[in-house]
């Protein structure tokens, strides 16, 4: 979705916030290479989880969502690939539902959805204890838990997830993309990509990340009943799900 891990996109903020100092600034854009040159596996997302997950140890909870609604346009919105944009928008106005999932935290994945006019977001969940972070996750929406989490999606919806479609660049998020119907990779890290070829899906690449603007328009919608599906471009095992809508549904 974003040319950049989420997770990590508000570094800064958080340093001009006093959050994190100079050296764990610099760790961050460490950890944030080598999830660029190295790409989403098992081992990488891994330590990104340990190390974001450390550093919001003790942090308040208000402050950060503060920080996040400030910066959000000036941070995330040069990130956005100008082909995720028009792939939410095509979906949109054939009347799909659009749902953004990710392994990052809820705090940064909710508002970032609301920018782009998801209709719903599923993402992980820290764990708070008087207003503050604790460094433990209740919920850590990847792998296996995000297939989970659109099966359950589904059954709250009433979405058949073989018309659904799932979008993704990383090999850790294959259970969601084999739970869908139509799977397609996106800037596909090595394993992922040779996993799309053994299996006939199709290839995306995206590689124009600028401004919004005006592309992102939203779309008149008339959902009633709707199908799910999912996509994710450069982030931590982020995920759109685009709801297939009408023809076989619209019957039940």
């Not at 959050?19 to 330590?47: H, P």
């Not at 296996?144 to 479609?165: F, M, T, V, W």
């Not at 084999?178 to 995206?206: Q, Y």
Request: charged fraction near 20%.
């Amino acid at each position: 979705m974003i040319a950049r891990s989420s997770a990590l996109a508000f570094t800064r903020p958080f340093y001009s916030g006093g959050l994190i100092n100079r050296r764990s600034m610099i760790k961050s854009a460490y950890a944030q290479l080598l999830f660029t040159l190295s790409g989403a596996d098992e081992d990488q997302v891994e330590k990104l989880r340990a190390h974001v997950t450390d550093m919001c140890r003790g942090w308040p909870v208000d402050q950060i969502t503060s920080i996040v609604n400030e910066t959000l346009h000036d941070i995330v919105e040069p990130l956005v690939f100008a082909e995720a944009t028009e792939l939410i928008t095509n979906h949109q106005s054939r009347g799909h539902d659009v749902v953004l999932i990710s392994a990052s935290g809820m705090e940064m994945v909710e508002p970032i959805g609301a920018m782009l006019g998801v209709d719903a977001v599923r993402a992980s969940r820290m764990a708070v204890v008087d207003g503050h972070y604790s460094g433990e996750l209740e919920f850590y929406c990847y792998g296996e838990a995000k297939a989970d989490a659109i099966r359950e999606l589904a059954q709250e919806r009433g979405y058949d997830l073989a018309e659904c479609y799932a979008y993704s660049d990383s090999i850790t998020d294959l259970p969601m993309l084999a739970a869908v119907g139509h799977p397609t990779a996106v800037n596909p890290n090595r394993a992922l990509r040779k996993e799309a070829v053994d299996r006939g899906w199709p290839i995306l690449s995206f590689d124009r990340p600028v401004g919004m603007g005006d592309r992102l328009t939203p779309s008149p919608r008339t959902v009633a009943v709707s199908a799910a599906a999912g996509a994710g471009v450069a982030a931590i095992g982020a995920a759109f799900y685009y709801g297939w809508l009408r023809n076989r549904l619209a019957h039940h």
